[in-house]
């Protein structure tokens, strides 16, 4: 059995709890509700009788939760269901014992940086935890969040009266920081990072320190003042997120944590990935109220 966490980045959404258990896996990014997946010989192949090699993939299994059970989705019955159950089976066997374990230690040390004209990293774009995968292109640009998330306003912009709508598109904001990220970065790279938090350029070998990594992902000292609190607005907003991120100092943490109280239900979701807490007071705050704000909207509903 293999238990990895894995970044969801461009945007950042989390770290992704994976474990895996012969011809099946199973991964969370909230700690509660898992997706099973179980590899099996694609069905286009089941009737061939040539010598090509059978491709195998991974299909969806079902839904797992410790209070519910398994929840099974519909498999196309021209797979080996018997097979596959008991690849399923065997995994979801192992699965409660794994809670405890949570969050599990990062796996993605090769990662795909937007970088300056000297070389140092501005944005993280992608990362992996295989080499051979550490290759190509793997995204045009860096993305501050998704096409359809809108909430991101940032205080410092619209008290320089840049509107968080403007009359184009819902996340200007957004936007803005998209383009300070372009305009900055020159290059893009993949950089192996080390046990000591250094990274080793793959294309020439060159060694960066590890203080020339942010640790939030996004660089925060801009030239341009504006910029500077438009990114520590941006990590705000992230908060909950960021904090699923493993060694962080614990000052940067704790801001963190305060920050996050402005997004209690994202914290509530979240917190079983919290590899570690500051203030379990904060924690606890916000997960009354997204309680309470979850029970106001449920008797508003009715």
Do not use: K
């Amino acid at each position: 059995m293999r238990r990895y966490a894995l970044r969801q980045l461009n945007p950042f959404d989390g770290v992704l709890q994976v474990v895996e258990s012969g011809q099946a896996r199973a991964f969370t990014a909230n700690g509660v509700l898992w997706r099973v997946q179980v590899q099996a010989e694609r069905p286009e192949h089941t009737w061939r009788s040539d010598d090509h090699r059978p491709l195998r993939q991974y299909f969806n299994w079902g839904l797992w939760s410790a209070e519910r059970g398994m929840q099974r989705v519909t498999a196309n019955p021209i797979l080996d269901i018997g097979a596959m159950q008991q690849a399923a089976d065997a995994l979801i066997a192992v699965l409660p014992e794994q809670l405890t374990a949570l969050p599990f230690a990062l796996a993605d040390r090769f990662e795909y940086w937007a970088c300056d004209h000297r070389g140092r990293p501005v944005a993280l774009i992608a990362s992996t935890a295989e080499a051979d995968f550490a290759c190509g292109s793997p995204a045009p640009a860096w993305c501050a969040t998704a096409h359809a998330e809108h909430g991101f306003v940032s205080p410092a912009l619209l008290a320089a009266g840049e509107p968080a709508h403007d009359g184009f598109s819902p996340r200007a904001h957004a936007q803005r920081l998209e383009s300070a990220v372009r305009h900055q970065a020159q290059d893009r790279c993949w950089i192996e990072r080390l046990d000591d938090g250094s990274g080793r350029r793959l294309r020439d070998g060159v060694r960066l320190p590890a203080a020339a990594f942010p640790p939030l992902g996004l660089r925060n000292d801009w030239h341009d003042p504006l910029l500077s609190h438009l990114a520590a607005d941006y990590h705000t907003w992230l908060a909950p997120l960021l904090l699923t991120l493993p060694d962080l100092d614990r000052s940067t943490r704790a801001r963190l944590e305060r920050a996050a109280l402005e997004r209690p239900t994202l914290v509530a979701n979240l917190f079983r990935l919290y590899p570690e807490v500051i203030d379990a007071d904060i924690v606890t705050r916000a997960r009354v109220e997204a309680r309470l704000r979850r029970a106001h909207a449920s008797s508003t509903a009715d």
